[in-house]
């Protein structure tokens, strides 16, 4: 069935450190995957997407690839700081005859350390 | 340009009852899909509005319904209750073409919080 995973449930980082998130997705006709931020009681925060046909975006301290052979997703975060302390999810974007629709994978919990 | 809004913020409700929440999407957006989001999980797609019609529903029961509305604005309705109903919903819109992915991506409210007891 559809899917899309994650490999850590929660991640904990030294405030400066770099982060990396990873995913790993299973519809190989997904064209465009997304990364969202979500604090305590609050919607998913859009922070970065990538269409199919790029392996790589780059975008204010935060940078997501895209390995498509592998099926593979990650998110880096650079310089992490406190207030990236949140839960993290990658999403796949799946076309269906009509509209769209995004497949979630369960989040990754980002704990950063001061 | 005004963001996704939903409303209300939270709602608690008893099993058996029905249940109306409400969203206003983004400026220049067409599209609005809903989302249910169980604690400690993901979201998981409900259904897709485009043209005030259904375009798309994932593995909801009939019971889970909605509108839209001219303005673009939708509502999801639940009826019969059930204590699995508690969760998050989640409004999100986009604009949509038919063809290829959302121009710009989804825009997400902060949500419904729906408990059933």
């Known amino acids: 069935g559809e899917s899309v995973g994650l490999h850590l449930p929660t991640l904990s980082v030294q405030e400066g450190d770099n982060s990396i998130i990873n995913c790993a997705y299973s519809?190989?006709?997904?064209?465009?995957f997304i990364w969202y931020k979500q604090e305590s009681g609050k919607g998913p925060q859009f922070i970065i997407d990538?269409?199919?046909?790029?392996d790589k975006r780059q975008g204010q301290r935060v940078t997501v690839l895209l390995n498509k052979t592998v099926k593979h997703l990650s998110l880096q975060i650079a310089a992490t700081q406190p207030g990236d302390s949140a839960v993290y999810f990658c999403a796949e974007n799946i076309k269906r005859e009509y509209g769209n629709k995004l497949v979630f994978g369960a989040g990754t919990i980002l704990r950063v350390k001061s | 340009e005004t963001g996704v809004t939903q409303s209300p913020t939270h709602l608690i409700k008893t099993r058996g009852q029905q249940v109306t929440l409400r969203c206003s999407s983004q400026?220049?957006?067409?599209?609005v899909s809903w989302y249910q989001q169980a604690l400690g999980q993901g979201p998981q797609f409900i259904f897709q509005?485009?043209?005030?019609?259904e375009n798309g529903r994932g593995n909801f029961p009939p019971r889970f319904s909605g509108l839209q509305f001219p303005n673009y604005s939708s509502e999801l309705n639940v009826n019969a209750l059930e204590l699995d109903d508690s969760a998050l919903y989640l409004c999100?819109?986009?604009?949509?073409w038919g063809t290829g992915p959302p121009n710009y991506g989804y825009t997400f409210g902060s949500g419904t919080r729906l408990t059933v007891v």
């Open positions: 999100a819109s986009s604009l949509e």
């Open positions: 509005y485009y043209r005030e019609e």
């Open positions: 990538i269409r199919s046909n790029m």
């Open positions: 400026s220049g957006h067409n599209t």
């Open positions: 519809n190989s006709a997904s064209d465009y």
